[in-house]
């Protein structure tokens, strides 16, 4: 009977997996790479994607097993057991995320906040104070022409009216984010103790504390490390993953035949109903341990920025998948035979003679499989503070060929003390489990929730698809989440208090960020009142562009209106600045700026809207000044050319279409050479350039720029508002706390606009002011 209830489980799931019906769900995906790039990505991968899910078996029976649940003679527990393993990671790991969620990247990008994006580019429903007509202009970067289906529109409006809803979605992805962030924190713990603490089954006299020593060594070491870069870190550690895979499968076979050759019968899904009938209450509760048999599923998610989705499908399907599947059934099969050694099973079960290298093998592997959650980790903040919910922090990119390969030291060091500090705190391997367990769970579960939102407002999957998928996966998510509740008290409270703090942490930001923004739309100059004091503005011209930061796309900035109240100069030219973060990973060059005229051509002043994604790095891979004024005399160009055709007859536009052209060609010159060795030193250089190609008569092109030009030839200056945000006398307690003490402690201790806009210090004047919010 057992072995035609297990053929049966192997034929529906052979059916499951090839069947043409089961990619209903997913768009199609046109990108074509060369196989070669795809296997050298799904190679890296195992190195930072796979380390933390491959290193499970380290510790998943032995925590499972920590609590009242007995093995009894029959070996139903451990049969249980392994089957409960064995469906979850099928069901979650291979089904939901391989094959479903993986597929709703973000332009390449994963993670809750990646579909949190992608949902907001279709649908209104972000909060966050980047808002413009310029940046909503983003259909180039749409997965699809979504059709508006009765269903998506219903629930697109109802999204987009509610506030309440909008800021309810906020909270519910940045708890996800926030728990993990936290698995970033309990991932090198958990595995680093587990692996070390092996050694004990050789050398029982060795205390715990040297245990927990050498654990925090080898932390630190690794923590240390990852200033070289993904890529590097990558290749360094995927051969010891494929080691470590291809050794404790080797070992799974060499138990399943040695001990218990009938053990795949677990794999049938009558040992799951047996196991919590007899086991009740303890049995349920138990499969809080068993969930950690995936984690770091996750991070295929989260870390997808740094590889590719076919890559990431390759490398599990290929070598992660069958390799822990024999990895479980032979420790389970060892496990049927050896009750006592229910704690130290891992370890217990690997033959006498290859100990010691597969420890050593071990341990390295729990130091990679550190690497995913910290990958992941990265790619979730940076995503957060472009979008303006995690304070401004330093992002270095490792990689020139990967471009979501990056390095946050901060966040890096800020892990590692987090780290160190669980290691020594709990010293328990079970107690950190349990922690892990309960993030994870809630993890799977919110990502369950946005992809069927994502399903509907983007995908344009029917209501019974969608329910489909959101009450198979998430009542098998639920199940595992309310088990792991129920190990708050032995450890899972670390879970909810870290998770606690990065909450209070991002969502303090964000709301101090949007009060700050309307405080600006409310405070704005009018443009009438500035055209009102004529051409020199009421005030002395001197040479030189300013550049005025601010985060208005429309208006004056209330600190320009400041400044010029207390010091009545100003530059020949004024350009205000309005960096945006849109929805969106990455930003074509082509669409970077959006340029416009603030009045009559004789002010001198214009608008440059200038859109970042959340993964780009603002002004990193060019000379941004250069690149701005080249864009003004574009538009400047582009504005006379327009204007002449509608007023010269054609042979005068013929000659005006070529005259812009050289103006284009001078600016694109001057943008190229300035910089390197041979520069053009001097206006008289762009004089000469203007003379030898353009008319004498048409100079009055020529004037606005080279206006432009000469106030380039004097210096730029950068002009930010150093505000200071105050909540209201009036103001709620909650307010009071999150604007007064943890927006401004926040504000004052990490880095400044200027630092992340790379503004030169000697160029820099800052305008204090007090936002009452």
């Known amino acids: 009977m057992h072995s035609a209830t297990s053929l049966s489980t192997q034929t529906l799931l052979l059916l499951l997996l090839t069947t043409p019906t089961f990619h209903f769900l997913l768009p199609s995906d046109s990108k074509k790479v060369s196989y070669t790039s795809v296997l050298t ?6 190195g930072v994607v796979y380390g933390d899910l491959s290193t499970s078996p380290l510790y998943v029976y032995k925590t499972t097993f920590s609590g009242k649940l007995s093995l009894h003679e029959d070996d139903d527990e451990v049969y249980g057991v392994l089957s409960f393993i064995f469906w979850i990671f099928t069901i979650i790991a291979l089904i939901k995320y391989a094959f479903i969620v993986l597929s709703a990247d973000d332009n390449g990008e994963g993670g809750a906040f990646a579909l949190y994006s992608l949902l907001t580019r279709h649908a209104k429903l972000g909060i966050l104070p980047n808002e413009h007509e310029t940046c909503n202009d983003l259909t180039s970067y749409s997965i699809d022409g979504s059709r508006n289906t009765s269903k998506r529109t219903i629930l697109k409006s109802f999204s987009e009216n509610c506030l309440k809803f909008r800021i309810g979605l906020l909270i519910f992805v940045l708890l996800g984010t926030c728990m993990t962030v936290g698995a970033g924190v309990f991932t090198p713990a958990i595995s680093v103790l587990s692996a070390v603490s092996g050694v004990q089954v050789k050398l029982e006299t060795l205390h715990e504390n040297y245990v927990v020593i050498i654990s925090c060594i080898i932390l630190v070491g690794l923590f240390y490390i990852q200033h070289h870069g993904t890529s590097k870190v990558a290749f360094l550690f995927a051969p010891i993953v494929l080691a470590w895979l291809l050794s404790i499968s080797s070992i799974g076979v060499y138990n399943i035949i040695k001990w218990n050759p ?21 049995g349920w509760v138990s499969l809080g ?4 048999a995936i984690t770091g599923v996750e991070a295929m998610f989260a870390a997808l920025g740094h590889f590719s989705t076919l890559s990431i499908k390759i490398a599990f399907t290929a070598v992660v998948y069958p390799c822990l599947m024999l990895a479980y059934l032979g420790e389970a099969a060892y496990l049927s035979k050896h009750h006592e050694d229910i704690q130290r099973s891992f370890y217990k079960a690997i033959p006498e003679p290859v100990f010691w290298p597969v420890f050593v093998v071990a341990t390295l592997a729990a130091v990679v499989g550190s690497q995913a959650a910290i990958s992941a980790t990265f790619s979730i903040i940076s995503q957060c503070s472009a979008l303006h919910c995690f304070p401004r922090v330093k992002i270095v990119h490792t990689s020139s060929k990967i ?7 901060e966040v890096n060091w800020i892990l590692m003390c987090l780290c160190l500090a669980v290691t020594i705190g709990l010293r328990d391997t079970n107690k950190i489990g349990h922690a892990y367990g309960l993030a994870v769970t809630i993890v799977m579960f919110v990502t369950t929730i946005l992809m069927a939102m994502v399903m509907i407002i983007v995908w344009n999957k029917t209501l019974t698809a969608t329910a489909a998928f959101l009450i198979f996966f998430g009542s098998v998510e639920l199940l595992y989440m309310t088990a792991a509740f129920c190990k708050v008290l032995e450890g899972g409270w670390m879970s909810l208090l870290l998770s606690f703090v990065f909450m209070v942490i991002m969502f303090s930001w964000n709301y101090g960020t949007l009060k700050k923004h309307q405080f600006d739309v409310d405070n704005k100059v009018s443009v009438d009142r500035i055209l009102s004091l004529g051409p020199s503005l009421g005030m002395v011209r001197v040479p030189g562009i300013s550049l005025v ?26 350009i205000f600045v309005c960096v945006k973060s849109v929805q969106v990973p990455r930003i074509s060059e082509k669409d970077r700026f959006s340029i416009s005229r603030v009045g009559p051509k004789e002010f001198g002043m214009y608008r440059c809207i200038l859109m970042y994604g959340y993964k780009d790095l603002p002004h990193e891979n060019y000379e941004f000044e250069n690149m701005l004024v080249a864009e003004v005399i574009k538009f400047v160009e582009n504005e006379e050319e327009t204007l002449e055709k509608t007023t010269t007859v054609q042979s005068a536009e013929g000659i005006e279409n070529s005259n812009s052209e050289v103006f284009i060609d001078i600016a694109n010159r001057y943008t190229c050479l300035n910089g390197e060795e041979n520069t053009m030193r001097s ?15 048409n100079s009055s092109l020529k004037d606005e720029t080279m206006h432009i030009l000469r106030a380039r030839e004097s210096g730029m200056a950068y002009i930010l508002g150093h505000s200071f945000a105050k909540s209201k ?9 999150a604007v007064d003490i943890v927006y401004n402690f926040l504000s004052k201790n990490c880095r400044g606009p200027d630092v992340v806009l790379n503004v030169p210090h000697t160029s820099l004047l800052e305008v204090g002011m007090v936002y009452f919010v």
């Open 41 to 46: 990505l799904a190679y890296q991968s195992l």
């Open 262 to 282: 009938h053990i795949y019968r677990a794999l049938s899904p009558h040992y799951m109903y047996k196991f919590l009938k007899e086991t009740g209450h303890e």
């Open 289 to 292: 341990g068993v969930v950690l």
């Open 403 to 409: 471009y979501g390969q990056i390095y946050i030291p």
């Open 549 to 574: 930061y601010t985060n208005l796309t429309t208006g004056i900035p209330a600190i320009f209106g400041h400044f010029v109240t207390n010091l009545p100069a100003f530059h020949q030219v004024l």
């Open 683 to 697: 206006i008289k250089d762009i004089q000469v350039m203007l003379s030898e190609n353009s008319p004498p008569e």
């Open 729 to 737: 006398k009036s103001s709620s307690i909650v307010k009071k706390f």
